[in-house]
């Protein structure tokens, strides 16, 4: 049996927050209090299933007596802390990270909260001026060998001069390797939930990591091989940690290339999965009666939004015409 | 670890280079040839070799530490890393490949295709720019068209050589640089300073035999040397004593600040360093006593020390020379810091760049070992204390201290986010004390003469004496040594003041993190809070001089280049505010604005205020504030930029 104290014997810590007073318990991060408050603090690297990495840079908070702002996903609250979450200095910092993601990143499968973020944090990313296209990106191979995307061969603390005619994008040909996903690092904000969900928080698999440096930082297999080349076990824990639509199921991926994906037309029903007797739950998006997507709720005790590559991908078997028996 | 590697297996000799680190292989289960024994034996989890290595005990102990130096052997033998010879690394040390290919690819030193065995990193950063002008690429070169501009150059092959611009390579004094690199059996790696185009003959000429016979090194431009040497302190072993012989370092007062340290204790040791006031030289100016004390006082078991020699900072050569001269008395502080703040391993960590200091420092604790100076019952004090040298592979980031460490543990230099901070959390999650090399020089001299007289020389706030990196477009570019509060016209008149008596454009104090100053501020006293009042820092001690014919619309590029090639890509204000400030730049340069150029300074502006506020570490946090302070001083806007005739 696992001892744990009772709650009302947890230290509670006080606080202030944008001048109101609060009171969190202790190991609570800034975030935490936050939520318990009800005051907005944009998060884009942060879920409360991982560990948090606080490398957006988008929860920045002001605290009294830091000389730089702290991140309210890792912060944990102090006594007496005095926080702003609203002050110029942290809206500034919030506007030019959505402005450097903006301009560098595809952010159209973001989500409804970043597109609101934008305006209401009035971020403009066309300031940096026009983006520049896949091809414009900078060749960062040695000695002319390249391997794939030049992004992926792109050699630390080497890149070619900008011209300043384009902002440099992340943009890129959509990684398609295997049938059960698709990787478009043209979408990637680098948040490393995915190798997070693909190393210790989740899956233990090791398939990928944040490889090279700077702005050619990138989440990549050894020397870019395929997936199937790889360690990759597909079971899509990455996708269904992806907050920007880089990762991707191929059906989904397929159906809004043809213009077919339309949210208001699917339905989600959870159930259970069918496979084993682990009972994770599974959250099947359904359109036109096809499965087309399945994640798993985060805040289900069995598997905390994780699933296996037959949870996740075994679908297809379910609607098979023949039962999927061939 | 359920590790899945698919590469191929590894050719003999990418084995062996492997294996020269690592030791052979004792099963099929780390990478050696699989017997039948090993399908009846109970694998415990704990790659072979690792038990009893001292250095982390319990089942779980591994050695991905040894990653780096697996990775360097690789590089060093073949000449690149390639997918086999990675995943025999990944066997042996138990690394998933995905995250060993994320921490190689992460270094400039590392190469990932074959190409010439001959790779020349030439330095094209702010010092040499200013003192020598461009580097040339080796003689009439196809190769550089390479899909580079050569404005800023691009890496390029010309013949046997594979030529590479480098960010600096610590030899600022020399006005030019270049870190040779040869793979093979015969291989080694050299620096040559100073270097002239003309040397590229030199260089193919030297054939296998490049190694440590062709290091003659480069002269030890330490000016004071010849006409005050009374003064100098931290300098005073360079040039005299003999940097291989133990014996020459003890005649001249070697190992007595190891004697009196052990007297006093380490309550005392650490008594006598608040009474200095020594403050850290690395740049953050943190009390070194507070610091060795919160260490020490911890009670978590193991502590580590680190001294940080991963000086990478754009003019900076201080760490270098002190190294390459007097290598024994960091083993000897070293040992200092371990022994007083109960740590029994320290690691330097040394950059990559500077293979003279790495011989030496290899040699000196060695010979310290052999006198009972080093490991087991240091000086008879009944204490145990060893030290192990790492090197960097080509990333400024890796200085950065909590990047350091992740750095030795074999994992990307990224830095972790503070608190908690080192004496908490430190290397392998263990309280560390991590000092820069300078700092811990101050300590031998405050145990040697005593914190008083340490005290009594430079400002209240600012005790002892500090090294000054001069360079670019002064008489005598050097290492200079003077007592903290010093004004920085005293300093630049001991170098003689600017090269052919040329008006001077500014002064670049701090290096690319730090700030310009101008003709105006020569008053300026170099103290820690002189530097703070006037709104610049002393930083690493960089003084880069540049004069009315230095284009310094290009030098401010170079820094921009600089920070957008370093920025180890983990946060947002960094990864992408360095690529906007440049291409910001480059359009100030080239004239094509983006609305007015009050828009433009605006967008710097909001540039640095989010990577100066945002920023995990100091990277980010000063990426902006020499090109900022440039603003400020009008050395930069659309109507001036070309060099001033």
Redesign the interface.
């Known amino acids: 049996m696992t001892l744990t104290a009772p709650v009302s014997l947890r230290r509670q810590v006080p606080l202030t927050i944008d001048g109101q007073p609060v009171t969190v318990f202790e190991g609570a991060t800034i975030l935490d209090a936050c939520s318990q408050q009800g005051v907005e603090v944009p998060t884009l690297c942060f879920l409360e299933t991982l560990t948090p990495v ?5 929860c ?1 908070v002001e605290v009294t007596g830091s000389r ?2 702290v ?1 309210a996903c ?1 912060r944990k609250v102090e006594p007496g802390m005095e926080v702003q979450t609203a002050s110029e ?1 942290v809206r ?2 919030r506007r ?2 959505l ?3 903006g ?2 990143v595809d952010l159209s499968l973001a989500g409804d909260d970043v597109q609101r973020w934008i305006s209401e944090y009035g971020a403009r990313p066309e ?3 026009r983006q520049a296209t896949g091809d414009e990106g900078d ?1 960062g ?5 390249v391997r794939g995307s030049t992004r992926d ?1 792109a ?11 384009a ?2 994008t992340v943009a890129q040909p959509v990684k398609r390797d295997n049938p059960q996903y698709v990787r478009d690092y043209s979408r990637c ?2 948040c490393y939930k995915c190798v997070e969900a693909c190393g210790v928080d989740a899956q ?14 990138r989440i ?4 870019a ?1 395929d997936l199937p ?3 990759c076990v597909y079971c899509g824990n990455c996708i269904g940690v992806c907050p920007t639509g880089a990762l991707m199921f191929v059906s989904e991926h397929d159906m809004r290339a043809r213009g077919e994906w339309d949210e208001s037309r699917q339905s989600v029903t959870r159930t259970v999965c069918p496979y084993c007797g682990v009972g994770c739950n599974l959250e099947l998006h359904v359109q036109d009666n096809r499965i087309v997507k399945v994640m798993s709720p985060l805040d289900h005790d069995v598997t905390r939004g994780n699933l296996c590559v037959k949870g996740r991908f075994g679908f297809e078997f379910a609607q098979a015409r023949d039962g999927g028996a061939s | 670890m359920d590790l899945r590697v698919t590469a191929a297996p590894a050719t003999q000799e990418e084995r062996a280079a492997v294996d020269s680190v690592l030791g052979l292989p004792t099963s099929g289960w780390s990478g050696g040839e699989r017997s039948p024994f090993d399908g009846r034996v109970a694998f415990s989890g704990v790659p072979d070799g690792a038990r009893g290595n001292g250095r982390h005990k319990g089942a779980a102990e591994t050695r991905r530490d040894l990653l780096l130096p697996a990775l360097h052997a690789l590089q060093e033998r073949i000449g690149h890393i390639s997918p086999e010879g990675l995943g025999y690394v990944c066997r042996r040390l138990e690394v998933p490949p995905a995250e060993a290919y994320g921490v190689a690819s992460a270094y400039a030193l590392f190469s990932f295709d074959a190409g010439p065995e001959l790779v020349v990193h030439v330095c094209d950063d702010i010092a040499c720019l200013a003192a020598s002008g461009r580097p040339e690429p080796p003689a009439a070169s196809p190769g550089v068209a390479n899909g580079h501009s050569p404005g800023v150059g691009g890496p390029a092959s010309v013949g046997a050589i594979a030529w590479r611009p480098s960010p600096c390579l610590g030899h600022c004094e020399h006005g030019s640089a270049v870190l040779a690199q040869r793979s093979g059996e015969e291989g080694g790696r050299t620096t040559l300073a100073p270097f002239t185009s003309a040397d590229y003959q030199k260089l193919t000429d030297l054939g296998p035999s490049l190694g440590l016979a062709a290091m003659a090194g480069p002269d030890v431009r330490v000016p004071q040397a010849a006409t005050d040497r009374a003064s100098l302190r931290l300098l005073r072993r360079v040039g005299v004593v003999d940097p291989e012989s133990l014996d020459s370092y003890r005649a001249a007062g070697g190992y007595e600040a190891l004697r009196r340290a052990i007297a006093l204790g380490p309550a005392g040791v650490i008594e006598e360093l608040k009474q200095a006031k020594l403050l850290g030289r690395g740049g953050a100016a943190f009390p070194t006593g507070l610091k060795w004390e919160a260490v020490a006082r911890n009670p978590v078991r193991p502590h580590y020390f680190v001294a940080n020699a991963d000086e990478s900072e754009p003019g900076t050569f201080k760490d270098r020379v002190l190294l390459d001269h007097d290598p024994y008395a960091l083993v000897e502080a070293l040992t200092i810091a371990g022994l007083t703040t109960g740590a029994e391993r320290g690691y330097v960590y040394l950059r990559g760049e500077y293979p003279l200091a790495e011989s030496r420092l290899l040699h000196a604790a060695e010979e310290a070992r052999r006198k009972g100076l080093l490991g087991e019952d240091v000086m008879a004090s009944g204490l145990n204390f060893d030290l192990e040298v790492r090197r960097g592979a080509g990333a400024y980031i890796a200085g950065e201290e909590t990047a350091l460490f992740n750095s030795i543990e074999g994992r990307r230099p990224e830095p972790r986010n503070k608190p908690p901070y080192p004496a908490d959390r430190g290397l392998f999650q263990k309280p560390t004390g991590v000092n820069n090399v300078e700092t811990l020089f101050c300590v031998l001299e405050i145990l040697s003469r005593g914190s008083l007289e340490f005290a009594a020389c430079g400002t209240e706030g600012s005790t002892g004496t500090r090294l000054f990196c001069l360079s670019g477009c002064v008489t005598s570019p050097g290492l200079y040594e003077v007592p903290l509060g010093t004004t920085l016209r005293t300093l630049l008149d001991l170098a003689g003041g600017v090269r052919g008596d040329r008006p001077m454009r500014a002064v670049l104090l701090g290096g690319a993190a730090g700030s310009f100053v101008g003709p105006s501020d020569l008053d300026m006293p170099l103290s820690f809070e002189g530097a703070r009042e006037a709104g610049t820092t002393l930083g690493s001690g960089v003084v880069v001089v540049f004069d009315d014919t230095v284009d310094m619309a290009d030098i401010l590029r170079r820094i921009a280049q600089f920070f957008r090639d370093e920025s180890c890509g983990q946060c947002v204000p960094c990864r992408v505010g360095t690529v906007r400030q440049e291409e910001l730049l480059a359009r100030i340069a080239s004239g094509t604005l983006i609305g007015s150029e009050g828009d433009e300074l605006a967008l710097l502006a909001d540039l640095g205020v989010v990577m100066r506020d945002a920023s995990i570490c100091g990277l980010g946090q000063t990426a902006s504030s020499a090109i900022e302070s440039a603003v400020r001083r009008g050395l930069v806007s659309t109507e001036t930029r070309g060099p001033v005739s």
Do not use: K, Q
């Not at chain 1, 606080?54 to 988008?58: A, E, F, P, S, T």
């Not at chain 1, 990549?220 to 020397?223: D, I, K, N, P, Q």
């Open positions: 606080n490398v957006c840079r988008i920045v730089v702002l991140p890792s200095r500034t910092s030019m990270v402005e450097l993601l301009s560098s300031r940096h001026g060749a191979s040695v000695d002319g060998v061969t050699h630390a603390g080497h890149h070619a001069a900008p011209s300043g005619d902002a440099l904000i680098l233990n698999t090791f398939a990928i990591a944040v490889a090279g440096r700077g702005f050619d930082a990549s297999t050894e020397f091989i080349d790889s360690a």
